[in-house]
């Protein structure tokens, strides 16, 4: 019987479901529905962002996993400008989709954004020159924004945040530096601090580390699926916390 006083969260990334996925996910989430009592999903859940991958995974998920499903869009979910066909099809399965929103999940806390690029301290780009590049740093700064009201929302003795794009330099070394910058912002990092949270979960860095943290100390886990399947080759490519809720 599972004690109920202790949660078990379970976090996957980059699904990238396409046309010819069908089935081979099937084995893992048999195993999360087995093992875990909520799912977090952290962006790139289709591969090209079209309605009909959408479909198949929600068939799938609908299937296989009865535990509540909460989850953040990637940018490969925006590929095809279908993102909110994408996001509509996934929340009629059940899924909660968080953007800038905070749910509470068995006592816990989520807030979910996608985030944006922009690199990390001290070479952030800066919204300087340009009115393109003004832009770009202002989609970093508006998604923290979004992040730092969710999580002012939440009131749960456990906060989780849940992104696509990194927070941290630390889970995405491995990557070539070149592409820093592109795999997330430290703006994103500034609300984690402000509003303390139990762990941070996020992917995009196919390539990078599996864990870091925040300046405060709060954990960050790198949950990409190609990452776990590389670094943890004997198990199933989701990472898992125990969470003990508070009496």
């Known amino acids: 019987m599972v004690d ?16 010819t996925s069908q089935g081979a996910l099937q084995p893992v989430f048999a195993h999360i529905n087995e093992q875990a009592d909520i799912l977090a999903l952290c962006g790139d859940l289709t591969d090209y962002g079209l309605p009909e991958e959408a479909h198949g995974l929600a068939d799938e998920l609908n299937t296989i996993v009865k535990i509540p499903i909460v989850a953040v869009l990637g940018n490969h979910d925006f590929e095809s400008g279908k993102q ?29 954004v996608k985030g944006f690029a922009g690199g990390f301290w001290p ?35 456990h906060r989780f ?19 820093f910058a592109f795999l997330g912002s430290s703006r994103l990092e500034e609300p984690l601090d402000r509003f303390p949270v139990s762990a941070v979960f996020h992917g995009h860095a196919h390539h990078g580390s599996p864990e870091g943290r925040t300046n405060a100390g ?17 198990r199933l490519p989701y990472r898992i916390l125990e969470v003990k809720r508070e009496a």
């Open 123 to 157: 070479r952030s780009l800066a919204p300087w020159g340009e009115t393109t590049i003004k832009n770009f740093v202002h989609e970093a700064v508006d998604e923290a924004l979004k992040l730092e009201s969710a999580l002012g929302r939440l009131r749960t003795d």
């Open 161 to 179: 945040a849940l992104l696509h794009y990194s927070p941290v330099r630390a889970t995405v070394e491995g990557e070539p530096p070149e592409i």
């Open 4 to 19: 109920k006083q202790v949660i078990r969260l379970a976090a996957i990334a980059d699904i990238h479901y396409s046309r």
């Open 218 to 234: 709060a954990p960050v886990y790198n949950v990409s699926m190609s990452l776990m399947q590389r670094h943890f080759p004997n």
């Open 84 to 112: 909110e066909d994408v996001k509509n099809i996934l929340c009629d399965a059940g899924v909660t989709i968080l953007d800038g929103d905070a749910c509470e999940i068995q006592g816990l806390g989520f807030a979910g």
